[in-house]
């Protein structure tokens, strides 16, 4: 059941699940991951960290327990600690866009402007306007400062975009009396 409310996104019943399923198997690997993972996916980092800490013991080369536990230290203001798991995320999974965009914000954080760059241009399939900003941000503190402007300026476009769907996007999910035949 734990699974099935995970990938509902029901994370907090999940957890329940994968706790309950721990309790009669507290050594299983598997079931630790699936905790690990809800309590992450639940941002809940501060429980989270322990189990994945632990898990990366087991499994050093994991791309998705690296990229876990990096994202979680990012999310725990511990950017410099971020960076170590999520370049062996990146290292072992390249074409991870998740990954490579956290290792990017991470390198922003610790002003690594120039590390950062390549990430956060990577990420930008994800099509997060937030990246382009970040990216604008290292682009500007790298001294490029016509690439910075250049991606400011596709990052108010993509907002602006953003701006103008939301009331239609909201329309779309109003709840209306039906119609009088």
Known sequence: MAEAYRIQGKYGRAIQEWQKALELAPQDRRLKKGLARALWLNRNYEKARPLLE???????????????LGDTSLHLETAQQAIHYLETAVKNAPEDMTAHASLGRAYVRVDRFEDAIPHLKAALSLDESSLYYQLAQAYQKAGQATLAQQTMQKFEEISRTLREKRPKLLEDDLITPPLDP
């Open 54 to 68: 632990e898990l990366i013991k087991l499994e050093p080369e994991s791309a998705g327990l690296n990229y876990q």
